[in-house]
């Protein structure tokens, strides 16, 4: 059974910081494509940042310069650091592991940055 669980979400004034994790299981965690995305309401999901097997990474330009997102093999986690959050960065963000012809969801954690 698949599940990607993320944690780490919450409120948090402008400027702060938070950490996102997920914990992947019952997937071929190490050559999966790991991605960090976003939904704010009304809005279409955006990938966030993406991280390869081999650790390569991508960023929204949103993101980049901001946000980092790292993985541990070794314990089927991918992290997303958040610094100098914006409120415009409000929205559910979602893990998503993608290998072959798979590509999987977990149920989302909120992340509200307010004043």
């Known amino acids: 059974q698949v599940q990607l669980v993320e944690s780490g979400g919450g409120l948090v004034q402008p400027g702060g910081s938070l950490r996102l994790s997920c914990a992947a299981s019952?997937?071929?965690?190490?050559?999966?494509?790991m991605g960090w995305y976003r939904q704010a309401p009304g809005r279409q999901r955006e990938l966030v940042a993406a991280?390869?097997?081999?650790?390569?990474?991508n960023y929204a330009d949103s993101a980049r310069g901001r946000f980092t997102i790292s993985r541990d093999n070794a314990k089927s986690t991918v992290n997303l650091e958040m610094n100098s959050l914006k409120p415009e960065d409000t929205a559910v963000y979602y893990c998503?592991?993608?290998?072959?012809?798979?590509?999987?969801w977990g149920q989302g954690t909120q992340v509200t940055v307010s004043s």
């Open positions: 998503n592991a993608q290998y072959w012809s798979h590509s999987y």
């Open positions: 019952g997937i071929f965690f190490s050559i999966s494509t």
């Open positions: 991280i390869t097997s081999d650790s390569g990474t």
